[in-house]
């Protein structure tokens, strides 16, 4: 959606300036370290609108060998791309107008892999999210807010191998609701019948 | 070698106190002094929530962190008894005087302004501390009074009653003699002779001195009767006159039963009336001091400094009055302690108290469910039931609660977390008390009791005994209670999905299932092929298929005949409703998958819309189309609306036309309506601020530039440049507030034309005015005052010459004078 037509927003799409601040190597030497910091920190001080790394947690108690229709509807409504966008869209609102939300990717499979990102007009509102929104249930399930530095074009697709979240790479138990058994898991598991949804 | 004794006896006492997992003082403090809040943002530093765990790591190495420290956490969990730990830290505190005394007394005075929950753990304190050193105490209580004054001058109210109470509480330390206590309050009291003020000034200075009474009024008594009984008599005089206009509007019921709502005056009267009937007996509040009697009554006492309290200024802006919610009595909790009566002084202490622990840790709300489950004394009371009154009366508190209404949620969340066995009961007692009496409660208060309680369902799996209510079903639809369910069950299907709210509820419930939230085409195939428009909605839908130019559209839609033009009046700029309802239609059913398409089409085809809806009538149309095919759905319509808004298609005024025309009647009632035309004003709301902010900050950079021109010639350009820049902005305020006035006129105009239709119409019918449909009116227009009060203080000259003139309604002009009373 074009944004720059909204006259009631703030700068904030000018994140674009903000270098996304990943892990710096101990190669760096000491004073690229410190203005990198000092970069980041002004833009961090400067944002007024945060975007909020989204992660959905799957439930505790693995369910092996327990689905039922049930389950199976769930399943698709919650991985419906955009049923999700509007749950998403009512729950934060509680803590103030959102701005919009960019719903995460699967990498290959271009599907809604459980993450998303909401960005608000102000800090504020983005800081009550991270008060009273992160930790709550959105569909029966936790949720984890995070602070994120700036959505950029790229940065809604999962990292992970397979294309999906870097989380679901390593997860053991089996939750239809993200897929079945985590990747890594589903390769040692060649002979369990899975269902394809 | 102090320095060292020094060292070992904070080793000794930090050791005796186990350290809590979470520090709430600590960061209390650190925030309080501009420091870090428990809320980080990004990489730079540890991410995520909690800033104690950081400073377990990083210890404090001066002895200033630690001495702040340790007089934060007194009075916490600990493995001594609290008297053992304030002869400790007393001891400490005396040794440190000579040279961290300016540190010393800053702390102290912070937490006597920002811990009023531990009133009496500190006073007894600053009590130990005078004993031991006549000149400290005299210090401290200087300290305190010029905290006090600034407070008064900064309109800090609320901090400004803890210090007063707390310089109460002094008095039984022996750190203050009472009579000058006493002659502290006369001077308050005296304000009420003051001419000219508003009521609620006078209001406030009557609250600090009652509000002190259940903690110092027995010994005040002791040593001043005479006085004291004159100053409660001149309190008696002053609430009798009191003016009391506004109490309708800030009550959450209109009826008195089973707990009449009373004005907080008037309540915190009523129960200072009964302690003084009981002869100042008051047994709830945990008085340590008491243990060190014999210590504190060797103590030289202070006298205050005569104060006056500061005169009344214009920009002052004293507390709003509010009315006491009550929704528990002693009858309600069925086994354990008894809860303390409506007007007993424990029951205003424990209340007092829970609100200021909310006060203190709301922005951490473990913190404060942690802190609110463990209240001294939750032995003698049932403290769960305290709990959730408290919470519920801040939630339903008009004008507006004292925090964002989700905090709410989470925060009963968190305490059914924390008491699993027994809170949850409690809650859903007061959930079904309060749907029991929904049909006397403010609709405001209904609004924000479904927010709360479809939030708070849909993190427990919707799970509710729905068959308990089913008496909802055997009335007309329109009442508040089947109301309340199907607005419930809307917001519980807009935090999950349509099937979800099916089963969740039993078959009887159907008639207040939301509609399924599907888009509605008006030309959805070759049915629809006699409609006028259904020929150019194929053209239209390809060519946007096609990826077709703005213009390319535009000229396509020349083709569109005006139903409401002649035909040789051939401009086709003017208004074109059939050519808004082709091109809209068609694009929002081929963006309705999600919110992002939708979002996607308003973006992209923006010029189109704006040059469509380019008049009032256009714009009209343009929401009336909207409506119509996302009736279903009234959060998409919301956001639409938003977008609209936002990216200035149509302007407020339009939106809040639209919402109180003709078309919308039938819609009136719903939530999302009020929800849509209060978004709307906000949005007015911030716009204005922000120009005017922009105008400040303008204003500002030429004060700075002006300093420098007689330094540096050269800025001359600048300066002119600014000025422009300052004089379009000022232009942009003006145009902006204009604007947020007019939408103002124009919603109460609607407001009342539609009630005053209602009300002569059941005049010259002789019926009963108050249908489900005039009380939601009614209160809606409350509601606008109540919601924006600020803002439209701002208009009152005007709302009062042109609107809310005397040949008005006098229901209607009821509503506009309570609001007036409300800060008179």
């Known amino acids: ?197 | 070698m102090e320095f060292f004794i020094c060292i070992k006896t904070y080793k000794s006492y930090e050791n005796t106190i186990k350290k809590p997992e979470l520090m709430p003082s600590f960061t209390l403090l650190k925030a309080a002094h501009g420091g870090q809040t428990g809320v980080f943002p990004g990489p730079i530093v540890a991410p995520g929530g909690q800033a104690h765990k950081r400073r377990r790591t990083s210890e404090p190495i001066e002895i200033e962190d630690r001495l702040e420290s340790l007089i934060c956490r007194v009075g916490e969990k600990s493995t001594s008894s609290l008297e053992s730990n304030l002869e400790g830290l007393a001891g400490v505190l005396e040794a440190d005087l000579p040279n961290y005394k300016s540190k010393i007394l800053r702390i102290l005075c912070a937490v006597a302004r920002l811990l009023p929950e531990k009133l009496t753990v500190y006073t007894t304190l600053v009590g130990l501390l005078n004993a031991r050193n006549y000149n400290f105490g005299g210090e401290f209580v200087e300290a305190m009074i010029r905290q006090l004054k600034e407070t008064l001058k900064n309109n800090l109210y609320s901090e400004a009653v803890y210090l007063v109470r707390f310089l109460s509480d002094l008095v039984n330390c022996h750190v203050i003699a009472a009579p000058s206590m006493v002659a502290m309050f006369e001077n308050f009291v005296s304000v009420t002779q003051e001419e000219d003020v508003p009521q609620v000034r006078s209001d406030w200075f009557v609250y600090v001195v009652l509000s002190c009474l259940p903690w110092v009024g027995k010994e005040l008594y002791e040593k001043k009767d005479v006085e004291m009984d004159r100053l409660l008599s001149q309190i008696e005089g002053y609430l009798k006159r009191r003016v009391k206009t506004h109490v309708p509007m800030l009550q959450v019921w209109t009826a008195d039963k089973p707990h009449p709502q009373e004005e907080y005056l008037d309540c915190l009267w009523a129960q200072i009336q009964k302690l003084k009937k009981d002869r100042w007996q008051e047994r709830h509040i945990l008085r340590p001091y008491i243990a060190f009697d014999s210590v504190l009554c060797e103590a030289l006492q202070h006298n205050l400094p005569p104060f006056t309290p500061p005169g009344h200024m214009p920009d002052a802006q004293y507390p709003m009055p509010r009315v006491i919610f009550r929704v528990f009595d002693y009858t309600d909790a069925p086994e354990g302690p008894v809860m303390p009566g409506s007007h007993s002084v424990e029951r205003f202490v424990i209340e007092e108290n829970l609100h200021c622990i909310i006060k203190t840790h709301w922005k951490e709300r473990k913190t404060c469910a942690a802190q609110l489950l463990s209240y001294p004394g939750k032995n003698k009371i049932p403290l769960n039931y305290h709990i959730v009154e408290v919470i519920f009366g801040e939630l339903f508190q008009l004008p507006s609660p004292p925090h964002i209404d989700v905090m709410y949620t989470t925060l009963l969340i968190e305490l059914c977390k924390l008491q699993p066995g027994s809170l949850p009961q409690v809650l859903a007692q007061a959930t079904e008390m309060l749907y029991m009496r929904l049909d006397t409660m403010n609709t405001t208060c209904i609004d924000r009791l479904i927010n709360w309680f479809s939030h708070h369902l849909s993190n427990f799996q919707f799970r509710w005994s729905w068959d308990d209510w089913s008496d909802c079903l055997t009335v007309d639809l329109e009442k508040p209670k089947p109301k309340f369910v199907k607005e419930v069950l809307e917001k519980c299907m807009r935090l999950s999905y349509h099937q979800r709210i099916v089963d969740i509820v039993p078959p009887t419930f159907s008639a207040l299932i939301p509609a399924d939230p599907i888009f509605t085409y008006k030309y959805p195939d070759e049915s629809a092929s006699s409609l006028p428009g259904y020929p150019m909605s194929i053209t239209v839908s390809n060519a946007i298929k096609n990826r077709a130019s703005n213009e390319e559209i535009l000229t396509v839609l020349k083709e569109v005949p005006n139903p409401n033009q002649e035909d040789d009046d051939d401009e086709g700029e003017s208004f074109n409703p059939l050519k808004i309802d082709v091109f809209l239609q068609t694009l929002l059913n081929l963006a309705a998958k999600s919110f992002s398409h939708s979002f996607s089409a308003l973006g992209k085809f923006h010029e189109i819309l704006k040059t469509l809806a380019n008049s009032d009538e256009g714009k009209l149309h343009l929401l009336k189309v909207l409506y119509e095919v996302w009736r279903n759905h009234p959060q998409m319509i919301a956001v639409l609306v938003d977008k609209l808004i936002r990216t200035q298609v149509v302007d407020c005024a339009a939106v809040a036309n639209w919402l109180f025309s003709q078309d919308m009647a039938h819609e009136f009632t719903r939530l999302f309506i009020w929800e849509i035309l209060h978004s709307t004003i906000r949005k007015m709301n911030k716009h204005v601020q922000k120009i005017q902010k922009e105008l400040e900050e303008a204003k500002d950079k030429l004060e700075k530039q002006q300093h420098k021109r007689d330094m540096d010639k050269n800025s001359e350009d600048e300066e002119g440049q600014l000025e422009e820049q300052i004089e379009r902005l000022q232009e942009k305020v003006e145009s902006a507030q204009s604007e947020q006035k007019n939408l103002f006129l124009v919603i109460f105009q609607r407001f009342i034309m539609l009630l005053t239709e209602h009300l002569v119409r059941c005049e010259t019918g002789s019926v009963d005015i108050s249908t489900p449909w005039y009380k939601n009116g009614i209160e809606r227009l409350q509601q606008i005052f109540l919601m924006h009060h600020a803002t439209i203080q701002q208009y009152m000259g005007t709302l009062e010459n042109l609107l809310f003139t005397a040949e008005l309604d006098h229901h209607i002009l009821a509503v506009y004078q309570q609001f007036c009373a409300l800060q008179l």
């Open chain 1, 1 to 197: 959606a074009s944004q720059q037509l909204d006259t009631f927003s703030s700068t904030a799409l000018k994140l674009s300036l903000c270098s996304r601040v990943g892990k710096f190597d101990g190669k760096k030497t000491e004073r690229q370290c410190v203005a990198h910091k000092i970069y980041v920190k002004k833009h961090i001080i400067d944002i007024f609108s945060v975007l909020i790394f989204l992660i959905v947690y799957h439930k505790r108690s693995p369910r092996v060998g327990k689905f039922t229709e049930d389950i199976l509807l769930n399943f698709l409504k919650f991985s419906n791309f955009f049923c999700h966008c509007e749950q998403v869209h009512e729950l934060f609102s509680k803590s103030g107008d959102v701005k919009r939300i960019i719903i995460g990717l699967d990498k290959i499979k271009k599907t809604a892999c459980g993450f998303c990102f909401v960005e608000y007009y102000t800090r504020g509102d983005a800081e009550h999210a991270m008060r009273f929104i992160n930790g709550t249930r959105l569909d029966d399930r936790i949720i984890r807010t995070d602070w994120d530095a700036g959505f950029k074009e790229g940065r809604q697709f999962g990292r992970g191998k397979s294309g999906g979240q870097v989380r679901d790479e390593y997860r053991q138990d089996y939750d239809p609701a993200r897929g079945g058994y985590g990747k890594l898991a589903q390769q040692h598991r060649p002979t369990e019948v899975r269902n394809s949804f």
